[in-house]
């Protein structure tokens, strides 16, 4: 079966400061490869999403970025975080020519 | 433009009520899914029911259906004799049939509390 992963669950970071998220999917190859943030108490904004190796599309631009060192992983960075990057990121993946998408259990960031 | 409307932003019902959770549906395509999500406290989204556009048939699993009525461009969900363990916020969300990806839009969201 598939499961998905994503560390850390929480994080505390200063404004200005790095950030790195990751995100890995086991028991599929090739998924497409997605990121979310939901702001407090509103819905879901999709930031990135890769259907490859090294091939990343941006919905939203801002201060992050996002990358795909190998099949199954998917990074979320930024190189100096912002108040307003506050909140819920979520990973998710979904099989070539399925449309559901199954999300990760989410890392809650908040910018201090 | 695709859009999903959920104008129910919070609903409180008490245990064995049942409770129906609407959801309006804007595209242009005539090849389209529809999916619900359930948000529990924890936070990870849950894969709840995937439609696709050329299925009305409506659909029932347990104590939740769906109703998806095209005329209406309409998704809704309905949860029968409803339990405490059913609070959480559910999202409905459309998809259109793009070539190698599948991006999900989603609605604000309903929250759905259940009291004992």
């Known amino acids: 079966s598939q499961t998905i992963h994503q560390w850390p669950a929480t994080l505390v970071q200063p404004v200005g400061s790095p950030l790195s998220l990751e995100c890995t999917v086991e028991?599929?190859?090739?998924?497409?490869l997605y990121w979310y943030r939901q702001a407090a108490g509103r819905g879901l904004q999709l930031l990135f999403y890769?259907?490859?190796?090294?091939?990343i599309s941006s919905e939203v631009p801002q201060n992050l970025s996002a990358s795909r060192p190998q099949d199954r992983q998917f990074i979320l960075s930024s190189k100096k975080l912002l108040l307003s990057d506050s909140g819920f990121y979520l990973c998710?993946?979904?099989?070539?020519?399925?449309?559901?998408?199954?999300f990760g259990p989410g890392t809650r960031l908040t910018v201090t | 433009a695709q859009k999903v409307t959920q104008a129910q932003t919070e609903i409180s019902v008490v245990e064995k009520e049942d409770v129906t959770l609407d959801c309006v549906y804007e595209?242009?395509?005539?090849?389209?899914?529809l999916f619900w999500y359930k948000q529990p406290p924890s936070g990870e989204l849950v894969f709840l029911i995937r439609?696709?556009?050329?299925?009305?048939q409506n659909e029932i699993s347990g104590r939740y259906s769906w109703n998806f009525q095209k005329s209406t461009s309409s998704f809704n969900f309905t949860i029968t004799a409803s339990q405490v363990v059913d609070s959480a916020v559910y999202f409905c969300?459309?998809?259109?049939?793009?070539?190698?990806?599948?991006?999900?839009?989603f609605g604000t969201g309903t929250r759905l509390q259940v009291f004992p």
């Open positions: 595209t242009r395509d005539t090849t389209y899914y």
């Open positions: 439609r696709n556009s050329f299925d009305e």
């Open positions: 969300a459309l998809s259109e049939a793009w070539i190698n990806t599948d991006k999900l839009i």
């Open positions: 890769s259907v490859g190796i090294g091939q």
């Open positions: 028991g599929t190859s090739n998924p497409n």
């Open positions: 998710a993946w979904s099989r070539e020519g399925k449309y559901e998408q199954y």
